[in-house]
């Protein structure tokens, strides 16, 4: 349904957003992980094709989601709108930590690799499930190649004592943004049986507090209160 | 499950993960010889290697919760129990005992010598371990790979290196031994100097005709004194075999 972007009065975070949109659903992940409220404007992205329409264009030119108005300030796409929320609503700092060089870097370097992650197992995803146009095959062949490097990432990372993609001690927003399209990846006709790293993994993130879940996500058990073997939750 | 497969193939353990790797309130989604696993760890450090398949609607478990006593099947919350694999507690019928007919189907499990290891049928003895006098022992990173056993196998015995080079001039050329103790147990021996008696005994898992998992197991006199730079070395060696096996 159309709305301006002076629909309401009310100082709350807008989002435009599509339920089923991994991007979409990046975002809703971050705002409920920094439990912020936020007023969801909901298009009927299919089959409706409502982002097409003349009154959202007017306020996403490239018809993108997920859209962001913030105080009159409108984000677009994931790593500005993750950028935006970290600066802005996270007191502790360690969502995306400014101060730290290495992980900075790590950081942009895996909102990279998010994007690619939505191009291939997302577009895969999109393709099977909205029948988006897409090369399938071409989709799921650089799916694969991404999820090879990000295990093995991932792998070495346990070994050196790390639970999350950077070595920051503690998840970031590069754990947020690769997430959906890594756990929505089968949708598409892409498996996770032969990264057992990134399934680990994906059991760590769901079980950071505030986890919101989506349809076609489940939560992950939670952890004994005390370990009984005194084994590490990760390898 | 195992349709096709010889007597031999059934009867015998394959290393399906890494010990280390079968983490509490986690389930691994495995396969052996086509038949997909659900592969998990109770809180008191038993073993569970499950068909990964509900016996209700033949939803995957490897989606379910790992309570650390029981499966949680995700679709209707069916429950079953570690060991048995008895069903213990439907929500939909809260107060009935489950039948003792609903059950989920379960395979041969045991671990040795860093491993999770899994048999479609029931050997008779333990899993063969790596038979070398070192002892110290490493298992090293898996690698999925997409390519038959056998072919991966013909890889392996063109040889091995173990030597780091620091200089990572010469990563290529082999400097092992390697021979084949069965179709799926290869074992490297190092001939290098400062390396006595120093052997990767790699144990293959098929997947399935044209998909197999490349375990390592590094046994060594010494503990290195890099440890990642020993495992990295010898995931490069084993990225390279997995690269040639797939382009064969």
């Known amino acids: 349904m159309p709305r301006s972007l002076d629909d309401r009065e009310t100082d709350m975070i807008k989002l435009y957003d599509f339920e089923l949109s991994a991007t979409c659903y990046t975002v809703r992940l971050m705002l409920s992980l920094l439990r912020i409220a936020f007023e969801r404007i909901e298009l009927d992205v299919y089959p409706g094709r409502e982002h097409e329409s003349p009154w959202f264009l007017a306020i996403s030119p490239s018809g993108e989601l997920p859209v962001m108005n913030d105080g009159g300030g409108v984000l677009t796409g994931v790593p500005a709108i993750l950028e935006h929320l970290t600066g802005a609503y996270d007191p502790s700092g360690r969502w995306n930590p400014r101060d730290e060089p290495g992980v900075r870097h790590g950081i942009a370097q895996w909102l990279a690799v998010a994007g690619q992650l939505n191009a291939t197992a997302g577009a895969a995803r999109l393709h099977d499930t909205m029948f988006q146009a897409a090369d399938i095959e071409a989709c799921r062949a650089g799916a694969h190649r991404s999820f090879r490097a990000l295990d093995e990432h991932l792998w070495f990372a346990e070994q050196s004592g790390h639970d999350w993609l950077c070595a920051a001690g503690h998840p970031t927003i590069a754990d947020i943004a690769c997430f959906p399209p890594v756990m929505l990846s089968e949708e598409g006709g892409i498996s996770r049986l032969p990264y057992p790293a990134i399934r680990r993994w994906t059991d760590r993130v769901k079980r950071i507090p505030h986890f919101t879940p989506m349809s076609g996500i489940f939560n992950a058990a939670p952890l004994a209160a005390a370990p009984t073997s005194g084994r590490r939750t990760s390898a | 499950m195992a349709a096709g497969y010889t007597p031999d193939l059934v009867e015998r353990w394959f290393a399906v ?20 696993i659900a592969l998990w760890r109770d809180d008191a450090g038993a073993v569970n290697a499950w068909e990964n398949r509900c016996p209700h609607r033949g939803v995957r478990l490897s989606i379910g919760l790992n309570t650390g006593t029981e499966l949680r099947c995700q679709y209707h919350g069916w429950r079953y129990a570690t060991g048995s694999g008895q069903c213990t507690y439907i929500p939909a019928h809260p107060t009935q005992k489950p039948a003792a007919t609903m059950r989920v ?9 860093g491993f999770v290891w899994v048999s479609l049928g029931t050997p008779a003895g333990p899993p063969q371990g790596p038979a070398t006098g070192c002892e110290h022992a490493t298992t090293l990173r898996s690698i999925y790979t997409e390519a038959s056993a056998a072919t991966i196998a013909a890889c392996l015995l063109r040889g091995y290196r173990f030597a780091l080079d620091p200089l990572g001039a010469d990563e290529s050329s082999p400097d092992a031994v390697v021979v084949a103790e069965d179709a799926y147990t290869l074992r490297a021996k190092s001939s290098h100097a400062g390396e006595r008696e120093a052997a990767v005994t790699f144990f293959l898992q098929p997947m399935g005709a044209s998909q197999t998992v490349i375990h390592g197991l590094l046994t060594t006199h010494g503990v290195a004194a890099d440890r990642l730079a020993v495992l990295r070395h010898h995931h490069r060696q084993m990225t390279a075999l997995r690269d040639a096996a797939e382009s064969r």
Do not use: M, N
């Open chain 2, 17 to 36: 993960a890494r010990t280390e790797e079968v983490v509490p309130r986690h389930v691994v989604q495995a396969q052996l010889l086509d038949q997909e």
């Open chain 2, 105 to 113: 189907a379960r395979f041969g499990i045991t671990e040795a010598h």
